[in-house]
């Protein structure tokens, strides 16, 4: 059974920061691309950040670009979702999901798709507030 774990999500001050984990059972990492959403509730999931099979390519929402990481640690079959300076406007359900083909999820900003992706987790809580 193809499985994604997310953990990691807690409250933290404005500012503050967290490690959001994204862990993989029943398949390995290394032929999957992972993208990271996030929904409040009465909205749209909204794509945060995004790494190909290889780690090597990374896409982030603008909203997030310059204040999180995504990383890919094969060996463990985890990918890594390090958030900083966060906001309150970070607050929502944090999910990871993967991308069965590799390269549906490679192309412009369709890794914005939540679509394009097979396998999601249940995801974590992250709550930014002082």
């Known amino acids: 059974q193809l499985q994604l774990v997310e953990s990691g999500g807690g409250l933290v001050q404005p500012g503050g920061s967290l490690r959001l984990s994204c862990t993989a059972s029943g398949f390995t990492l290394d032929y999957y691309a992972i993208g990271w959403f996030r929904q409040v509730p009465g909205k749209e999931r909204e794509g945060v950040s995004w790494?190909?099979?290889?780690?090597?390519?990374?896409k982030y929402a603008d909203s997030v670009k310059g204040r999180f990481t995504i990383t890919k640690d094969n060996a463990k079959n985890t990918v890594y979702l390090q958030m900083n300076s966060l906001k309150p406007d970070d607050t929502a359900v944090y999910h990871c999901?993967?991308?069965?083909?590799?390269?549906?999820?490679?192309?412009?900003?369709?890794?914005?798709?939540?679509?394009?992706?097979?396998?999601w987790g249940q995801g974590t809580q992250v709550t930014v507030s002082s």
């Open positions: 999901a993967a991308d069965q083909s590799g390269i549906r999820t490679s192309i412009g900003s369709l890794w914005t798709d939540p679509a394009k992706y097979g396998v």
């Open positions: 790494i190909s099979r290889s780690g090597g390519s990374t």
